[in-house]
Nanobody, 125 residues
């Protein structure tokens, strides 16, 4: 059974940094793109970042471009999200996800079939 487990969330002051991790088990996703999404209270889930199978291509939401960096370690079946210069509007539950299609790269949440349980990120002003 596939399981994605996020970690690294927490409370941080504005301007601070956090690093999220998402470890997959039950299946190897070395040829699948991986992404991060977030959902703030009362808002729709939104795309944050995605990375292709070998880390050679990445895409970001405009709101996080230049502040967040997505990376992956296929040997560890893990994807990361380095978040710097955090703002209160970054407060949300962050979810990692895996696209079941090999070689693809997309920001469309409908293309991601495996999801983690989420980790809370709270940025205080």
């Amino acid at each position: 059974q596939v399981q994605l487990v996020e970690s690294g969330g927490g409370l941080v002051q504005a301007g601070g940094s956090l690093r999220l991790s998402c470890a997959a088990s039950g299946r190897t996703f070395s040829v699948n793109s991986k992404g991060w999404f977030r959902q703030a209270p009362g808002k729709e889930r939104e795309f944050v970042a995605a990375i292709n199978w070998n880390g050679g291509s990445t895409i970001y939401a405009d709101s996080v471009k230049g502040r967040f960096t997505i990376s992956r370690d296929n040997a560890k079946n893990t994807v990361y999200l380095e978040m710097n210069s955090l703002k209160p509007e970054d407060t949300a539950v962050y979810y990692c996800a895996v696209d079941n299609r090999p070689w693809a790269l997309t920001k469309d949440s409908d293309d991601y079939v495996y999801w983690g349980q989420g980790t809370q990120v709270t940025v205080s002003s």
